[in-house]
């Protein structure tokens, strides 16, 4: 049952992630990775992220997919899909971060409700197309059982084309 609701997420993550063609001109970046949430009793969670952006300013468009655990016993996981915003920021011409906030859909089994999450990503280049992208959100969900705000701290392994 949780795996096929996990897999349910994913499918419904990819299916939102492609719904908006590419424009000539636009920047894509891909990423997924695990995350550490530490208010979970399972403290791994995963994150996936596609991200366009909307023209030289800096202003992105995402959307993004959490599976956030949150009981042992029962295991449950709380899924949210967010689409959102995120704005680059440069720090002493070398440092660049992207800071986002998104709302959208949330599920824990059977219950269905809403979540949104902030924070940020920095990304860091490796080579070619590929990045690194360590991460600072936090989420907050209607049916994450009472958990509350849940930080969650991760890398993502990503490219951009």
Do not use: C
Not at 96 to 102: A, I
Request: charged letters at 10%; a positive charge.
């Amino acid at each position: 049952m949780i795996m096929r609701n996990f897999l349910a997420s994913l499918y419904v993550s990819i299916a939102i992630l492609s719904i908006v063609p590419k424009v000539d001109g636009q920047s894509q970046f891909y990423a997924g990775g695990l995350s550490y949430s530490v208010n979970a009793d399972k403290p791994i969670a995963g994150t996936a992220l596609q991200a366009k952006s909307f023209n030289d300013s800096g202003t992105f468009e995402f959307a993004a997919f959490d599976a956030v655990p949150n009981t042992l016993k029962p295991f449950t996981v709380t899924n949210n899909v967010a689409i959102g915003i995120a704005q680059r920021l440069v720090i002493a011409d070398k440092f660049t971060t992207y800071v986002t906030t998104g709302a959208g859909p949330s599920w824990n089994g059977p219950n269905f409700g809403w979540s949104w999450n902030a924070g940020g990503l920095i990304p860091i280049h490796v080579k070619g197309p590929w990045y690194v992208a360590p991460t600072f959100r936090f989420t907050k969900s209607s049916v994450s059982n009472g958990t509350g705000y849940q930080p969650i701290i991760g890398v993502l392994f990503g490219w951009e084309k």
